[in-house]
């Protein structure tokens, strides 16, 4: 771990339980506050017995301070979730998906897969019209190369174009996805549990998240609850980005029909990966059709694209296989323990085999 680490966890230590850092240098015998700013500044080191009195005072274990793959206090996360959420069931699962993208990261260092030193920002901001907004998700759309249908290469781009993590996850119910920006890493989780077209639409309206979040920072909770006017006009800046990266305009012309009904609606979303309800909108922002035709459509009939009653929609493999190739690379130069890995993901180290197998994954193992 490097200075900065350990500091950087201090940190967020001490403001979690709303120390000061004079208060926390009286915890630890310093005279004055300075030499806690030193510490959290990553000038100085914890030594061993400073450590164990950290460990003791927050009553953390030691693994707080010395696991590697731990992003506590520099990430921040963004979630898309609904408002009857237990706050305590999020912060759970939030530690648990930090360790996630902290693992990849550092294994991408020290296996070489590496990290890209640059980090694509889309030039916008919460000034800018939300047309300014779609013009932009039009452009990521042809600057991925994304085709006829976005959604189907959507993920993979990210990843490999932007240099992004992309994580499918078991999330509980209630969490349909979130943005985490790290350094030198962004990140995109998805409920792969979700509809397909909610899951597209979650990674791209993410993606915005990731791209705009200097200008544009997200709240950590997106539930649609007591946000801001600022914060509402990002999150409709982000849902109109989606919108236009998912459906172009260039790729709506080549299937607007002669006339627009229900069952043109859920055909047509269901071939780009949306739902039926999001691509009626979408046609009314490009003047395809107007406001009042559109609220003729009932969305009942829109539900799921038209599926019948217990129909699913086919589940991605969990985690994702960039990510899954990362754990491989990490277990077979030694870098990881296969017991760690199979912690890491809370799964036996049979089912470990099994998801590389699913993935296409050699596996880095003998069984």
């Not at 310093?30 to 510490?39: D, K, P």
Request: a negative charge; one cysteine or more.
């Amino acid at each position: 771990m490097t200075p900065a680490s350990t500091g950087t966890r201090l940190k967020a230590l001490r403001e979690r339980r709303g120390m000061s850092q004079e208060q926390l240098a009286q915890t630890f015998g310093f005279r004055n506050h300075q030499t806690i700013a030193q510490i959290e500044g990553g000038q100085r080191k914890l030594s061993a017995e400073e450590l164990v009195t950290a460990v003791q005072a927050f009553e953390v274990d030691l693994d707080y301070f010395t696991n590697p793959f731990l992003i506590v206090g520099e990430a921040r996360f963004s979630w898309r979730r609904r408002a009857e959420l237990e706050a305590t069931d999020l912060d759970a699962f939030e530690g648990k998906a930090g360790e996630w993208i902290g693992a990849y990261r550092e294994l991408c260092v020290t296996t070489g897969c590496g990290l890209s030193p640059i980090v694509h920002r889309l030039n916008l901001t919460r000034f800018d019209s939300y047309e300014a907004a779609e013009a932009a998700g039009e452009g990521v759309a042809a600057f991925l190369k994304l085709g006829a249908v976005p959604s189907r290469r959507l993920a993979e781009a990210m990843q490999e174009e932007l240099k992004m993590l992309v994580l499918m996850v078991d999330a509980q119910s209630g969490i349909s996805g979130a943005a985490c920006l790290v350094r030198d890493l962004g990140a995109v989780l998805v409920n792969r549990n979700e509809p397909v077209g909610r899951r597209n639409f979650d990674l791209a309206h993410e993606l915005f998240h990731v791209l705009t979040w200097d200008a544009m920072p997200p709240e950590r909770l997106d539930d649609g609850v007591g946000s801001g006017k600022i914060q509402k006009r990002i999150e409709t800046m982000a849902e109109k980005f989606a919108s236009a990266l998912l459906m172009p305009r260039e790729v709506l012309a080549n299937h607007q029909p002669a006339e627009i009904d229900h069952d043109w609606l859920n055909r047509t979303a269901t071939a780009l990966g949306v739902s039926s309800v999001a691509l009626k909108w979408r046609l009314v922002s490009l003047g395809l059709t107007d406001a009042d035709t559109a609220r003729t459509f009932d969305d009942r009939f829109l539900s799921r694209n038209g599926a019948p009653d217990g129909h699913r929609d086919e589940v991605p493999p969990l985690f994702g296989r960039r990510f899954m190739t990362v754990m491989a690379a990490g277990i077979e130069k030694g870098q990881v323990s296969v017991r760690r890995v199979a912690k890491l993901l809370a799964v036996s180290i049979d089912e470990l085999g099994e998801l590389f197998d699913e993935h296409g994954i050699p596996r880095p193992f003998d069984m």
